[in-house]
């Protein structure tokens, strides 16, 4: 049973005049968020802002990338090629980057997000992309990617990739989750089970009845969900009542070394 875990949360997610989550209560709940790079929502603005907020919040940072499906939300499968994935993921991590560079900040990690996560985790020529890219970039990124075909991609790239675990997301029996088109609202009082039960026992159960092994250092909350602030709370409170501290993901996987 784990002591400690690591919340991460999806956010920046606003996109000109479309104003979609609660970032700044939500970074008091979680130590580690994503910025959305443009892609699949956000925009150089929001951007900017998001990491003017992280820093008084004093968060850490990480790149959200997407497959360039603003309509879609980034939710939808595209046929590209590895070398047009890893030119995605440059120009993305890139441009975050900056902003966080010029507020005197690091980017941490890079997580990808909806459809392109589980490409990149059951094809190794799209995750040897998507790590190749950040490796290029940053050899100390570290990937927050889950699936069978990650292991050998980071070991190839010299890398590091941690998968996560989703609270607010059910899971198909081939340990990635069912994809909501928009997010609906989940009973934050069974996100803080699931959330308990992953800490505690590393499994859940999928869809189909099986149980699969959920063994992760961080657990995904994500940010679009119309009671994301409540659910977050739920899952802070009971981690709290139970024993498990919540902190940074640098601080995990340091102490999984």
Same mark, same amino acid.
């Given at each position: 049973?784990?002591?400690?875990?690591?919340?991460?949360?999806?956010? @920046?997610? /606003?996109? #000109?005049?479309?104003?979609?989550?609660?970032? =700044?209560?939500?970074?008091?709940?979680?130590?580690?968020?994503?910025?959305?790079?443009?892609? !699949?929502?956000?925009?150089?603005?929001?951007?900017?802002? /998001?990491?003017?907020?992280?820093?008084?919040?004093?968060?850490?940072? +990480?790149? !959200?990338?997407?497959?360039?499906?603003?309509? =879609?939300? #980034?939710?939808?499968?595209? %046929?590209?090629?590895?070398?047009?994935? @890893?030119?995605?993921?440059?120009?993305? &991590? $890139?441009?975050?980057?900056?902003? &966080?560079?010029?507020? @005197?900040?690091?980017?941490?990690?890079?997580?990808?997000?909806?459809?392109?996560?589980?490409?990149?985790?059951?094809?190794?020529?799209?995750?040897?992309?998507?790590? $190749?890219?950040?490796?290029?970039?940053?050899?100390?990124?570290?990937?927050?990617? +889950? #699936?069978?075909?990650?292991?050998?991609?980071?070991?190839?790239?010299?890398?590091?990739?941690?998968?996560?675990?989703?609270?607010?997301?059910?899971?198909?029996?081939?340990?990635?989750? &069912?994809?909501?088109?928009?997010?609906?609202?989940?009973?934050?009082?069974? *996100?803080?089970?699931?959330?308990?039960?992953?800490?505690?026992? #590393?499994?859940?159960?999928?869809?189909? =009845? /099986?149980?699969? /092994?959920?063994? *992760?250092?961080?657990?995904?909350?994500? +940010?679009?969900?119309?009671?994301?602030?409540?659910?977050?709370?739920?899952?802070?409170?009971?981690?709290? %009542?139970? +024993?498990?501290?919540?902190?940074?993901?640098?601080?995990?996987?340091?102490?999984?070394?």
């Amino acid at each position: 049973m784990r002591r400690q875990i690591n919340l991460n949360c999806d956010m @920046g997610e /606003s996109y #000109g005049r479309w104003t979609l989550g609660h970032d =700044g209560p939500l970074m008091e709940l979680v130590p580690t968020i994503n910025i959305a790079c443009g892609f !699949h929502a956000g925009d150089p603005h929001v951007m900017r802002r /998001s990491v003017e907020l992280a820093a008084r919040a004093g968060v850490e940072i +990480g790149a !959200h990338v997407a497959l360039p499906d603003v309509l =879609g939300f #980034g939710r939808r499968r595209m %046929a590209i090629t590895p070398d047009e994935l @890893g030119d995605y993921v440059l120009y993305q &991590v $890139g441009a975050l980057r900056a902003f &966080v560079e010029s507020a @005197g900040l690091r980017l941490g990690h890079v997580k990808p997000h909806g459809a392109l996560f589980a490409m990149c985790g059951e094809s190794e020529e799209y995750a040897l992309a998507l790590l $190749g890219a950040m490796r290029d970039l940053d050899p100390a990124l570290v990937a927050i990617v +889950g #699936g069978p075909a990650v292991p050998a991609a980071a070991a190839a790239t010299g890398t590091r990739a941690v998968p996560e675990g989703y609270v607010d997301l059910a899971y198909q029996p081939n340990g990635f989750p &069912v994809l909501e088109r928009a997010k609906r609202a989940w009973d934050p009082a069974e *996100v803080a089970d699931r959330a308990v039960r992953i800490a505690r026992e #590393g499994r859940l159960p999928a869809v189909d =009845g /099986s149980v699969l /092994s959920v063994e *992760v250092p961080t657990i995904c909350v994500h +940010g679009d969900a119309p009671n994301a602030l409540d659910v977050a709370r739920a899952v802070r409170a009971r981690l709290a %009542a139970e +024993g498990i501290e919540v902190v940074p993901l640098t601080r995990m996987l340091a102490e999984e070394e």
